[in-house]
């Protein structure tokens, strides 16, 4: 499968827990996006890569939200000291800079309890 | 501020016949539209796409319209069948990124 692959798929942690997401993208997709999602809402954009360089973060993305991608391959996504306004499937994709379409990963689903 | 609008969170339809989605725009400079699709649990999987120079892209039996002059776009699905039962999501394509609208429940009925 040469998807886009994250994990974990499902993490459950308690408030003010740090939970990490890791983003493996398609191999030769050189841009890297995280969007959330949340029951009743579209994905929503948080940050874009373009090789290792964030060039774009959303006003969503607060001081406790860090995103890496070090050598411009996978990608991973830190959320410290979670609160339950955090739980959301966290959603990874990838694309050329080619093509405009980008292509999503299965997610990773966050409940905070 | 919405960009992206889907106004019908939900739509059913007979199977066999046609689904029409609407989603309406309000940035003229998005110049690439999308419709997604999306399963519970899973990651949005892309579906068709159109560009601002067309108003029409057809694929199999999904068709998408753009109405430029209205901000306006449409994905028709003929015949519908069980396995369209998903949300679906239009999204427009800024300079760095996608911009989504909040979905439609399409509810294909036996």
């Known amino acids: 499968d040469t998807g886009v692959s994250q994990n974990p798929r499902h993490k459950i942690t308690k408030r003010g827990q740090n939970v990490t997401f890791r983003c493996d993208p398609i191999?030769?997709?050189?841009?890297l996006y995280w969007y959330r999602q949340t029951l009743g809402q579209g994905p929503e954009f948080l940050t874009y890569?373009?090789?290792?360089?964030?060039?774009?973060k959303s006003r969503l993305l607060s001081d406790r939200f860090s995103a890496e991608r070090p050598k411009g391959s996978f990608s991973t996504l830190e959320i410290q000291r979670t609160e339950q306004g955090d739980s959301a499937m966290y959603l990874c994709?990838?694309?050329?800079?080619?093509?405009?379409?980008?292509?999503f990963g299965e997610g990773s689903w966050l409940t905070v309890v | 501020d919405q960009q992206v609008k889907q106004n019908s969170p939900s739509l059913s339809v007979q199977e066999g016949r046609i689904s029409i989605l609407n989603c309406d725009y309000t940035?003229?400079?998005?110049?690439?539209f999308l419709w997604y699709k999306k399963y519970p649990a899973e990651g949005p999987t892309f579906l068709i796409s159109i560009s601002s120079i067309k108003d029409k892209n057809e694929d199999g039996r999904f068709t998408v319209f753009l109405n430029k002059s209205a901000k306006h776009l449409s994905l028709h699905i003929v015949p519908s069948q069980p396995g369209d039962s998903a949300v679906y999501f239009c999204?427009?394509?800024?300079?760095?990124?996608?911009?989504f609208g909040k979905g439609t429940h399409l509810i294909i009925q036996p």
């Open positions: 191999s030769e997709h050189n841009r």
């Open positions: 890569f373009q090789n290792e360089a964030q060039l774009e």
């Open positions: 999204a427009a394509s800024g300079p760095l990124r996608l911009t």
């Open positions: 994709a990838s694309s050329t800079p080619l093509r405009n379409t980008i292509y």
């Open positions: 940035n003229s400079m998005f110049d690439y």
